[in-house]
């Protein structure tokens, strides 16, 4: 085995079969081939699902989703979980929306307090998972309910009621619409700009994977953190940092959706946190760490995105709707099995 | 080896055409549909192919939404239309259906108004394509902002108030009223309106829907902390005949009232167990948007005269329970 790289540098032969077996070994073959199926599926059936506007309607439910789902999935890849993610988007909202509209702070500082308390909420739930090692899984369920009880409570005491409302008209408003929440006209059709956050995002995160001293780590850790440690990887340091990576990017896409919708419910978020895992796992993750990728997961957040608004545009009965969901998302997980069943037999 | 993998491959495709053919299904009733309206629907006059969405903010399964629902299936059935039905009680995913109803170039827009802000921005869209708009349930206020022609639905606030007055007669001095969404804005206009009404201490509770048996434990709770509790306002059915249970359970003495109807809640007000309960009659508020959106279309007309044209409140107490009850049971009350 280690002499294998010195072999397929020195060998042609030996570096083309590299590259396809290195394709094919890519976790997230199976989600493309599953996208694409979701995506030829609906094109088929419906008119308006393949029109501009039509795909702009589901890049946009899946562009937050797919956000989310690209930091969680390098916190699964830690081998680590978070269920308080969803929620800490509605918190984040919560917080920039009851600063600007209540304490007339300027949005972009409202917006500053909230990447605070993202950090602050990751570095807890980090630094107990890796203090204690407890399951991640309780530590941020606990977390979870707190920030659902807090998000109401506060909420109530300060404004009275359940909903803040208004922060249209804070300042600093407009600004950080156009950067977070504005639309841009692609094809005639209103694109959300969070959609090009979602590729960025990705981006960003497959280059620190793939490409840095950190991305070794986070593979490292979610494989054994004890091996990972022997060898001198930072372990508890990575999962630490990884943590607050998930809830301060919640931060920032609780904000995207307090500015798009102009208000945040109290109740907002809540279940989200699965929908991340879920579209982590199409795209390729393991639930046991160590293995998965960023494109992955962005696959998965759109698969999800597809199907949810996909079935919409079919026109089926709105009661059945989670089972068209769970069916569709259950195939394609299937089809992704199935394409990298078939990807291993071919690298022999 | 060989028959595993066949047979492994078989269950796939099997798997792979279920979806399919259950859209097929859907899609069929959708098609028998539209062929009975060709037939049947040309007392109308004018085309009859419209399709209107309705997008509520209730999730699927919610008692009040389904007849709602039956309501909007009905007008669309009389009138010779097609009417889609979606909902989320999340904010965004109900922009995304108002959204995904404007892709898919419907003739009209029912919306509710749970959480009016959130829907300013895909009605304005709405609005752009020309695409007539009409606001059901909560969110009176901000209906004609946001582009509508009408709303119908009932003002929460008033509502309220009438159910405070009518437990003030009934002899309640202490109530606790439960709300079962956190994020509704028109939940806490009954309860506000309640406490007006009543003149007495109004205690509010926070419950979740999607808990029923949940949501039963907090009510026994804090009846059995507060003895001194002498009537439960639940703000829908279900968490209604929840409260039934949970004053029986907690033993306590307290007089129950509930908005909105269902079979169990009509057979709770005849045995004695449920005061009364305040009626939106919310089939009129699927019903009614769908023959104005076609009058709207066919004749220009537009209800109301900028005002709400309101279904209630209306009392249904022991004396009217008998003829409310089997309406109930169709699901059209």
Known sequence: MTSAPAAASSDERVLVSGITRRFLQRPELGAAVGALAVFIFFATITDAFARPSGIANWLDAAAPLGIMAVVVALLMIGGEFDLSAGVMTATAGLVVATLATEYGLNVWLAFAIALVVGLAVGLVNGVVVVRTGLPSFIVTLGMFLVLQGLNLGVTKVITGTVQVRGLDDASGYDSARAVFATTVEIFGADVRVTVFWWIGVTALATYVLLRTRPGNWIFAVGGSATAARSVGVPASRTKIALFMTVSTVAAVVGTMQALRLTSVQANAGIGLEFEFIIAAVIGGCLLTGGFGSAVGAALGALIFGMAKQGIVFAGWDSDWFMLFLGLLLLLATLLNLYVRKRAEVMKR | ?333
């Open chain 2, 1 to 333: 080896m060989v028959t595993t993998r066949f047979t492994r491959k078989r269950a796939l495709f099997a798997l792979l055409a279920l979806p399919l053919a259950l859209a097929a299904c859907t899609g069929d009733d959708d098609g028998d549909n539209g062929g009975g309206n060709d037939e049947g629907g040309g007392g109308g006059g004018g085309e009859s192919d419209y399709t209107f969405a309705v997008v509520t903010h209730a999730s699927a399964g919610d008692a009040f939404w389904d007849v709602v629902q039956n309501g909007a299936d009905a007008a669309a059935e009389d009138l010779g239309v097609e009417v889609t039905y979606q909902g989320s009680g999340e904010p965004d995913e109900q922009a995304q259906l108002i959204d995904a109803a404007v892709s898919d170039e419907v003739d009209g827009i029912v919306v509710s108004l749970a959480n009016p802000d959130a829907m300013r921005e895909p009605l304005a869209g709405a609005e752009e394509a020309g695409i007539p708009i009409i606001t059901i349930n909560s969110g009176e206020d901000e209906s004609a902002s946001l582009g509508a022609i009408t709303h119908v639905g009932q003002t929460e606030t008033i509502a309220g108030q009438g159910a405070g007055e009518q437990l003030a007669e009934a002899g309640v001095t202490n109530l606790i009223c439960v709300i079962h969404e956190p994020g509704n804005i028109g939940l806490e206009q009954r309860c506000e309106g309640a406490t007006q009404g009543l003149g007495g201490a109004v205690e509010n509770l926070q419950v979740d829907i999607n808990d029923v048996a949940g949501a039963q434990n907090t009510i026994q709770s804090s009846l059995q902390a507060d003895p001194s509790i002498d009537g439960v306002l639940a703000l829908n059915p279900a968490i209604g005949v929840a409260a039934v249970d949970a004053v029986a359970g907690a033993g306590s003495e307290a007089q129950i009232a509930t908005f909105d109807l269902s079979g169990d809640v009509v057979s709770a007000i005849e045995d004695g167990s449920i005061l009364f309960a305040v009626d939106q009659q919310q089939y009129l508020q699927g019903y009614i948007p769908i023959v104005l959106l076609k009058l709207y279309l066919d004749n220009n007309n537009t209800l109301g005269g900028g005002q709400p044209v309101l279904t209630g409140p209306g009392f249904v107490t022991q004396e009217n329970a008998a003829t409310v009850a089997e309406l109930a049971e169709a699901g059209t009350r």
